[in-house]
């Protein structure tokens, strides 16, 4: 599935109830998911490459330098 330059956002996990499948001080991709956002819920791409629909004050949203986001892209 392919994600526009202007839907991804980065997101670092600040605390997890689920170590497994989130990792403190890791950076996670962010997908758009309005119905989440209503309710204070962010989804993210988690550990094992799913979505996971987490509480938004778990995470601290960041911008990274062109050149970073762009090496991240790659990154599997």
């Given at each position: 599935m392919s994600r526009s330059k202007r839907d991804r956002r980065?997101?670092?996990c600040i605390k997890t109830e689920d170590p497994d499948l989130l990792t403190p001080r890791k950076i996670y991709?962010?997908?758009p998911d309005a119905s989440g956002?209503?309710?204070d819920f962010i989804r993210v791409i988690d550990n094992?490459?799913?979505d996971y629909l987490i509480r938004f004050h778990?995470?601290?949203f960041v911008s990274l330098p062109h050149e970073v986001e762009k090496v991240l892209q790659h990154v599997s």
């Open positions: 980065l997101a670092i991709e962010v997908i956002e209503k309710s094992e490459g799913e778990s995470y601290i």
